[in-house]
């Protein structure tokens, strides 16, 4: 529910911004992990290249996550598309079980 002073659109720019934020420190935070690898011993910049490689590998699973599964729209249209193709949802399931 909307406060009664504020803006119809400051929703959308939240939500656009909170997205700005996510993705640009999971897009530019394993750059500065990069970054600090190449800075001190061996030992740390052995772990600074693991950390590196997990959160660089984990980008595509935090975006699909966010921006697909986390998504009301997106997830309205797969569930719109899964009734039509004949597979019954959850929702369905529990309320009309068989």
Not at 28 to 42: K, R, S
Not at 82 to 94: F, P, V
Request: proline share 2%.
């Amino acid at each position: 529910m909307r406060n009664r002073g504020e803006d119809p659109g400051t929703g959308d720019a939240l939500r656009a911004a909170k997205a700005f934020f996510f993705l640009f420190l999971m897009l530019g935070g394993t750059w500065v992990l990069a970054f600090f690898a190449g800075i001190g011993d061996e030992n740390s910049n052995e772990v600074f290249m693991y950390i590196h490689s997990l959160v660089n590998g984990s980008q595509g699973i935090v975006v699909f996550l966010l921006y697909c599964v986390m998504d009301d729209d997106i997830r309205q249209e797969v569930l719109l598309r899964m009734r039509n193709a004949g597979i019954r949802t959850e929702q369905q399931l529990n309320a009309n079980p068989q």
